[in-house]
């Protein structure tokens, strides 16, 4: 929810009545709940970072549910997060050597190239493909390159949450994202961006109000009926 009123939901602005049932918001959730022939839990983001809970019925009907459950914690933690193998790729020393000039810039393309070519070698489910990405997201926060920085730490704290990944670290990803797209504002690209990254934190951090607010606050509204 947007603070002129609008919804934003599967990918669209639609403004007006989002507690009337028939709105446009719910539609997405009623059709998948008609598809599997049970509720649909539904999460909504306010302004100030809270995330309420409803459920969307087959009838059409929507509810109130309890509140968003905490994440179930991973039951195995996959030990290739933790491994510390990546350093000895052959690329990590030209990431390095740029980090120890403090040439960011440098830095950031050198991560880059890592995280392309551990991507190449391993696939993008492997813990270390996401881990060269969050690299090269560190680097690109250093050389203030804030829509890079926003978008790549974007993408690990997804993957992060995909894979299982120690939940510690991918909620420090996620402030690092909102800090770097709150810097990135006036970028073009950057609404399409803050609209992903709301949605995200709704979905895996919906906790987190500090940080969700911080980007629904900043988000533009587009009213479309």
Same mark, same amino acid.
């Given at each position: 929810?947007?603070?002129?009123?609008?919804? *934003?939901?599967?990918? /669209?602005?639609?403004?007006?009545?989002?507690?009337?049932?028939?709105?446009?918001?719910?539609?997405?959730?009623?059709? %998948?709940?008609?598809?599997?022939?049970?509720?649909?839990? !539904?999460?909504?983001?306010?302004?100030?970072?809270?995330?309420?809970?409803?459920?969307?019925?087959?009838?059409?009907? &929507? @509810?109130?549910?309890?509140?968003?459950?905490?994440?179930?914690?991973?039951?195995?933690?996959?030990?290739?997060?933790? @491994?510390?193998?990546? %350093?000895?790729?052959?690329? &990590?020393?030209?990431?390095?050597?740029?980090?120890?000039?403090?040439?960011?810039?440098?830095?950031?393309? #050198? /991560?880059?190239?890592?995280?392309?070519?551990?991507?190449?070698?391993?696939?993008?489910?492997?813990? *270390?493909?996401?881990?060269?990405?969050?690299?090269?997201?560190?680097?690109?926060?250093?050389?203030?390159?804030?829509?890079? #920085?926003?978008?790549?730490?974007? #993408?690990?704290?997804?993957?992060?949450?995909?894979?299982?990944?120690?939940?510690?670290?991918?909620?420090? !990803?996620?402030?690092?994202? &909102?800090?770097?797209?709150?810097? /990135?504002?006036?970028?073009?690209?950057?609404?399409?961006?803050?609209? /992903?990254?709301?949605?995200?934190? &709704?979905?895996?951090?919906?906790?987190?109000?500090?940080?969700?607010?911080?980007?629904?606050?900043?988000?533009?509204?587009? !009213?479309?009926?």
């Amino acid at each position: 929810m947007l603070a002129d009123g609008t919804a *934003h939901a599967a990918g /669209a602005p639609s403004g007006g009545g989002l507690w009337n049932s028939v709105h446009a918001a719910w539609r997405p959730a009623q059709i %998948e709940a008609q598809r599997l022939g049970r509720p649909v839990r !539904v999460s909504v983001g306010h302004l100030d970072g809270t995330v309420a809970a409803y459920l969307a019925h087959p009838n059409g009907q &929507v @509810d109130w549910a309890y509140a968003h459950p905490q994440p179930p914690m991973p039951e195995h933690l996959d030990s290739r997060w933790l @491994d510390g193998t990546l %350093e000895q790729h052959p690329l &990590v020393e030209t990431v390095r050597a740029a980090q120890r000039a403090t040439d960011w810039r440098a830095a950031q393309a #050198a /991560a880059g190239r890592l995280a392309a070519q551990v991507r190449a070698e391993l696939g993008g489910d492997h813990p *270390h493909t996401v881990l060269a990405t969050e690299l090269e997201g560190f680097f690109a926060l250093h050389a203030r390159d804030w829509p890079a #920085a926003a978008r790549l730490h974007l #993408a690990v704290a997804e993957d992060r949450h995909r894979l299982a990944a120690p939940p510690g670290d991918t909620q420090r !990803v996620l402030h690092n994202a &909102v800090a770097a797209w709150c810097h /990135a504002r006036s970028d073009p690209e950057a609404a399409a961006l803050g609209f /992903a990254l709301a949605h995200l934190l &709704v979905r895996i951090a919906p906790h987190d109000s500090r940080a969700l607010s911080a980007v629904l606050r900043n988000l533009p509204s587009t !009213v479309t009926t």
